[in-house]
T-cell receptor, first 114, second 110 residues
């Protein structure tokens, strides 16, 4: 069990650029979640996958955001035409539905849009 | 929409004190509840999970309880240590997602 990993850990981009983040969950976990966290707040749900199927998306996830989980393994979160308001920590978590949905989080990707 | 409130927002205590962190939900229909610890600039570390059939969980100096009828949970930390300094977050699970509070920022002074 190597834990949840995320890449990159930090990303600085200019407004209007596209960025893509990657999450590798714990290998046997069938659920994968993306969250966004801003300073002083708890994580806010963005979307989740059960295996390769994206089952729910938050209204926070505008048309500029897209997430994929091909083959039910790693996942990517892409933000197009970034805005300064997208600056936040993006967290990925995985869980196994058969074990009470206990979530394990990755270290996060800190995005700064200048 | 599920709203989660954590009280207090910040807490500073001397080393060795026992303390209680509180978490409440507007919708008490919570399937399970998880407590996390977050160090500055880091991801979340799972502390305790209370599953749907349980009322409390214990791990070392930590004890968490859940009262589903009132939608409240408490995290009890015994004999606090400076290494316990962090932000503590609770998250309730229902309708296929977790809802998080804003956390309690704990500072344990040596």
């Amino acid at each position: 069990d190597t834990g949840v990993s995320q890449d990159p850990r930090h990303k600085i981009t200019k407004r209007g650029q596209n960025v893509t983040f990657r999450c590798d969950p714990i290998s046997e976990h069938n659920r994968l979640y993306w969250y966004r966290q801003t300073l002083g707040q708890g994580p806010e749900f963005l979307t989740y996958f059960q295996n390769e199927a994206q089952l729910e998306k938050s209204r926070l996830l505008s048309d500029r955001f897209s997430a994929e989980r091909p083959k039910g393994s790693f996942s990517t979160l892409e933000i197009q035409r970034t805005e300064q308001g997208d600056s936040a920590m993006y967290l990925c978590a995985s869980s196994l539905s058969e074990s009470g949905y206990e979530q394990y989080f990755g270290p996060g990707t800190r995005l700064t849009v200048t | 929409k599920q709203e989660v409130t954590q009280i207090p927002a910040a807490l500073s205590v001397p080393e060795g004190e026992n303390l209680v962190l509180n978490c409440s939900f507007t919708d008490s229909a919570i399937y399970n509840l998880q407590w996390f610890r977050q160090d500055p600039g880091k991801g979340l570390t799972s502390l305790l999970l209370i599953q749907s059939s349980q009322r409390e969980q214990t791990s070392g100096r930590l004890n968490a309880s859940l009262d589903k009828s009132s939608g409240r949970s408490t995290l009890y930390i015994a004999a606090s240590q400076p290494g316990d300094s962090a932000t503590y977050l609770c998250a309730g699970y229902n309708f296929n997602k977790f809802y998080f509070g804003s956390g309690t920022k704990l500072n344990v002074k040596p």
